[in-house]
Nanobody, 117 residues
Framework: QVQLVESGGGLVQPGGSLTLSCNASGFAFATYRMNWYRQSPGKEREWVARISRGGGNQYYQDSVKGRFTVSRDNHKNMTYLQMNNLKPEDTAVYYC??????????WGQGTQVIVSS
């Protein structure tokens, strides 16, 4: 059974930090690119960051560049999103996504991040 389980969300003040984790199981994790998406109330889900299968390449949405860092551990089937200098506009439900050409994609259930004073 394929599962992606996010954790680490919560309430944080502006300027603070959080690290989200995504625990993957039930598929060949190392063969999938891993993405983070987010969805704010009233908005469409948007892509935030991606890491390549081996972890050597990372890509970011412009609004999070320099503040967010995506990483993965293929031995533990984990991917992470380190978020620094958080802003109120980062408030959203964050989703972990696994994608591979010809193999489809999987989604987690999401974890809520609220940035507020």
């Amino acid at each position: 059974q394929v599962q992606l389980v996010e954790s680490g969300g919560g309430l944080v003040q502006p300027g603070g930090s959080l690290t989200l984790s995504c625990n993957a199981s039930g598929f060949a994790f190392a063969t999938y690119r891993m993405n983070w998406y987010r969805q704010s109330p009233g908005k469409e889900r948007e892509w935030v960051a991606r890491i390549s299968r081996g972890g050597g390449n990372q890509y970011y949405q412009d609004s999070v560049k320099g503040r967010f860092t995506v990483s993965r551990d293929n031995h533990k089937n984990m991917t992470y999103l380190q978020m620094n200098n958080l802003k109120p506009e980062d408030t959203a439900v964050y989703y972990c996504n696994a994608a591979a050409p010809m193999a489809g994609e999987y989604w987690g259930q999401g974890t809520q991040v609220i940035v507020s004073s």
